[in-house]
């Protein structure tokens, strides 16, 4: 066969594959060729790879699938207004728009009317994508409702940023929701006048992400209820909403979410520990669960305990409540854990060596304390044992903070483990050798984090010690590891730990560069990574301490010239 001569279905396979440049110059080759190839080529346009010329886009506009132009533009309004004059004017068979770039720096009016027009004659859009300006949004509120207005039942996808739509507007959300698949509102009900009788309908929604999204949180949650096979639930809220909202959640506890397998809350407000259980309770077996800035506490762990079986990812962070026999039992617990973030994890609540068993009591007793204040402060607040009560909870973990053993890790294929392991101040190398000897055992890490810039420590406490003399050369299984970082937890490493590193992890691609608290050894540490010919990213609480070099960013681009888009092939 004639290589040239592929069958049909085979060259467009392949043309899926390749990149925009290597695609626009298959065009050139043959005829045959150009013809199967160019709708490829023009399926997708968007702003990360440099623009169809003018001509090219008038006389393909009818092959435009997809129109992205999101928030890392990178072409000027100028460009926009001319390419939409020009040819994207004319594309009238979109099935996906992102218009979430920013409107602020370009001709706002302009660009606005030109996408609201894009909108419109693009009736039978699938996916659509809006992102308006806060400090706008009120003023162009009737440019998005009309464009809104004439979309149909045949989009899936619904993105709005700060549209702030008014409650007369939402009605198209009426006319919208049966079809539904995945909708995202991020500040985007001003007023909401309709009864929670007269929530929307979603049967079909499938992901749902609320910022702010309408007035109050138990309109929220009205909301949700109306999503029966939700699978997939991102939810914040800001400061002073959720208060008000306790007696809401408390009946929320009694619906059932079957499907639903990945969980994000977080926000600028603080999620109580009976709030975050009765979402927990109310969740089919999860796969992943991130929650942030939250009071999560004993009824939050028994709650997530239902879900250990199934959980891969699990992000517990600003955890007021948060202890370390917490994440102790959650990592003993978890077999199909494959990333878990969190907090400050003393090293007491996972190691057996001399002293550890009386720092775990030392540990318990101030736990202790702290729990009988938090329930004092949930009783001063008006929480109830509504949805489980705390002293029977308490007393059936008892068990799990037995002092005198350790239970082993069962979450041995985790890829990304990121905690702020501490320390005894005056504890000597074998505790850190613990540490190490314990993470020796999740051979499949990828990512390792032990310690983060700026967090607070308690003062008679201090990061593990990261040297050969401490038990590094332990983790010399960890052969797969990508990324390990320790920024501020101020090192003394030396020549012979640095270079270990770059013997025994031949796959890392970015590490602290923090070796040392002395800024001359560090900076000679710095120079042996660079010189390692290898290509490893070196970060500091800055960033990089490489200047990232821009010019081959671009690399390709003379492939985009107005041949490339067709004008041309042999024959």
Request: hydrophobic share 35%; proline share 4%.
């Amino acid at each position: 066969m004639d290589k040239l001569e592929l069958p049909p279905e085979t060259l467009l396979h392949i043309g899926g594959f390749l990149e925009r440049g290597s695609l626009a110059n298959c065009i050139r080759v043959c005829k045959s060729w150009k013809t199967l190839l160019t709708p490829v080529l023009f399926q997708t346009i968007d702003d990360s790879h440099p623009q169809p010329p003018k001509d090219a886009i008038a006389r393909h506009a009818h092959l435009v699938r997809n129109l992205h132009f999101s928030t890392s533009s990178r072409f000027q309004s100028s460009v926009f207004a001319a390419s939409f004059t020009d040819g994207y004017s004319r594309c009238d068979n979109l099935k996906e728009l992102d218009l979430t770039f920013d409107f602020q720096r370009f001709e706002m009016d302009k660009d606005r009317l030109s996408a609201k027009d894009l909108i419109l004659k693009n009736q039978n859009l699938q996916k659509l994508y809006i992102y308006e300006q806060e400090e706008h949004r009120q003023e162009h509120r009737a440019c998005w409702s009309q464009a809104l207005a004439r979309c149909n039942r045949s989009l899936k996808v619904l993105s709005l940023t700060n549209l702030w739509l008014s409650a007369e507007d939402t009605l198209l959300l009426w006319e919208l929701a049966p079809s539904l698949q995945k909708l995202k509102l991020e500040t985007g009900i001003s007023t909401w006048s309709g009864s929670f009788a007269t929530s929307p309908q979603f049967p079909q929604l499938t992901s749902l992400c609320f910022k702010d999204a309408l007035p109050s949180v138990e309109q929220e949650l009205e909301w949700i209820k109306q999503c029966p096979n939700l699978r997939v639930l991102d939810w914040s809220s800001s400061r002073n909403r959720l208060p008000s909202a306790r007696e809401a959640f408390r009946n929320f506890g009694t619906y059932q979410w079957s499907y639903l397998q990945n969980v994000s809350i977080w926000g600028d407000t603080t999620w109580t520990d009976s709030q975050v259980a009765c979402l927990l309770r109310s969740c089919g077996p999860l796969k992943c669960l991130r929650v942030d800035r939250s009071e999560f506490w004993y009824r939050s762990l028994d709650a997530l305990e239902r879900h250990f079986e199934t959980l891969e990812t699990l992000q517990l962070t600003r955890g007021i409540n948060l202890r370390g026999w917490m994440i102790q039992w959650i990592m003993s617990s978890c077999p199909k854990l494959k990333t878990l973030i969190s907090e400050v994890f003393p090293a007491e609540a996972f190691i057996q060596c001399e002293g550890a068993e009386e720092a775990r009591r030392s540990l318990a007793d101030m736990d202790d304390e702290s729990d009988m204040t938090a329930a004092w402060q949930e009783e001063h607040d008006g929480e109830t044992d509504k949805n489980g009560n705390l002293k029977t909870i308490m007393a059936r973990f008892a068990s799990v903070r037995d002092h005198s053993r350790v239970r082993p890790w069962v979450c041995l294929n985790l890829e990304r483990l990121q905690v702020i392991v501490i320390i005894p101040y005056e504890a000597d190398k074998e505790w850190d050798k613990g540490v190490f000897r314990q993470l020796s055992r999740l051979t499949k890490l990828t990512d390792l984090e032990l310690h983060e810039e700026f967090t607070v420590i308690p003062p008679d406490s201090r990061p593990v010690r990261i040297d050969l003399k401490s038990g590094l050369g332990q983790l010399a299984p960890l052969r797969g590891l990508e990324n390990f970082m320790f920024d501020g937890s101020e090192q003394s490493m030396e020549r012979g730990d640095v270079q270990w590193i770059l013997d025994h992890w031949p796959k890392l691609k970015s590490i602290s560069s923090e070796f040392n608290v002395d800024a001359d050894i560090a900076a000679q540490l710095q120079s042996l990574v660079r010189n390692a010919g290898r290509d490893i990213f070196m970060t500091t609480c800055f960033g990089s301490d490489l200047e990232m070099d821009d010019s081959n960013s671009d690399e390709g681009n003379d492939d985009f010239d107005s041949d490339s888009w067709g004008e041309e092939e042999t024959s």
